[in-house]
């Protein structure tokens, strides 16, 4: 079982890390890359990232990267790979601004800080699995159908414990995904604020 979870985490972590390449190839071509031309690297790398190259590597690639920084969220992973889908619907901001303060108020407390420890609550805490639940269906009210399958599928992952731990949170947050989620907020409120220092400058008087 444990080798089983071992390989499915490595196959996890070589699909997101070959799509952070096509996404960073994609930013240094002009044009747009074909859905078509995305599925073979994707294809080509994640080879590359899951199996070991040469005799001089222990693990593969993938079982580097992730030693360093350990098993994204369910949540991270699928919002990740759906970017591989182009004309895809934006995440909403709303959805940043939560996560973005979730993890301000989480990781801090979970490394210590105050009395309460909220990661304890990942473990079996039906109110956590029903904010959850909430949180998913304010996704679904205001449109954002993508985010109620992600939610969905991170509990069912959770409770078929797809992944090592046992804990809820590390299936709905990680780290990069709360930087993710602050970066975007803020910097969603600083276009706000320039587009609006420059509509005033352009309806100026004089």
């Not at 030693?67 to 004309?87: A, E, F, M, Y």
């Amino acid at each position: 079982m444990n080798n089983y979870m071992q390989s499915i985490a490595l196959i996890e972590m070589s699909i997101s890390c070959s799509i952070i390449c096509i996404w960073l190839m994609q930013k240094l071509i002009p044009g747009e890359i074909p859905f078509g031309v995305r599925v073979l690297l994707l294809l080509m790398l994640g080879n590359i990232f899951f199996w070991p190259l040469g005799m001089s590597m222990e693990l593969p690639l993938a079982g580097y990267v992730r030693g360093i920084t350990g098993d994204l969220s369910i949540v991270s992973l699928l919002l990740l790979w759906s970017s591989l889908i182009p004309k895809g619907k934006a995440t909403p901001i709303g959805f940043k601004f939560t996560i973005g303060l979730i993890a301000i108020g989480f990781y801090p407390m979970a490394l210590g800080l105050g009395m309460i420890d909220p990661y304890a609550w990942g473990y079996g805490s039906i109110g956590l699995l029903i904010a959850v639940l909430i949180f998913a269906v304010i996704c679904g009210l205001i449109g954002w159908t993508k985010g109620v399958w992600i939610l969905a599928l991170a509990v069912i992952s959770w409770s078929g414990h797809w992944h090592e731990s046992r804990n809820l949170w590390d299936y709905v947050i990680d780290p990069f995904l709360a930087f993710w989620a602050l970066f975007g907020s803020f910097y969603y409120l600083y276009r706000q604020h320039r587009e609006k220092a420059q509509s005033g400058y352009l309806f100026r008087a004089g």
